[in-house]
């Protein structure tokens, strides 16, 4: 196998570097507005969106790709803030977002949508906006 | 604020899922051919092409952007697979890499280079490398 050749590190460097500049400055921007860090936010916003409110525990880790343990630690700090709760059902744990959590999504989406904005979808001019979005959807989806 | 659109949320979770997908998949190709995790390959590299085989120990968790204690347990862990070793420096640390570590990084490069274009560059279409390449730089140097 040949290594890579100059224009494609130039590419695999440039790639990892905004992908890794972009998720920090999006959870920055989140995190100085409302205290929720990455993880709180990715919780919550799962709990809404997939399951309306409530998740069971092991979806929720599904969902993120967590170890059931990490998960179980995150969640733990998030129900003394008063963010989620757990609760037995059938067999398994149910995480439920709190009214307190409610209030922090809804006032984390719109800085969410600037942050996004800002650090990722104003660089993209408008007439290559689809068609990147469908490399990186070919990519993800391989 | 308006929250996102349509369009920008496909882009914006497909921007996210190919960068999870890419990191995790370059990754699993190195370790299953070589062993070493994505840490490990991480540091060897950047021993080898920033420091000429040697770095001091801060400034490979500044290139890393990680903090010292993180690299502290990685480095002891790796120096116990004999892939580095670390001495005194005037006042600091300086982290070396081992014969055995550039065996390993000789094997682990002609791997990651095929499977960066396995998993990203193929989907690129060569017309538009320099272009995607660019806008990713621009998002990456902000």
Redesign the interface.
Known sequence: ????TE??L???H??????????ARVAEDISLATGLSDADFGILTRLVDLGDGALRQNELAASL?WHRSRLSHQLTRMEQRDLVSRGPADGGVVVTITDRGREYVDAA???H??A??V???D??PPR???E??D??????D?
Chains 1, 2 share one sequence.
């Open positions: 196998v040949d290594l890579l224009d494609e130039r590419f695999w440039a790639w990892k570097q905004a992908s890794e500049a972009v998720r790709g989406r719109p800085v949508a600037a996004v904005r650090h990722l979808l660089y993209v290559q906006l689809g990147i979005a490399l990186l959807g070919r990519i993800a391989r």
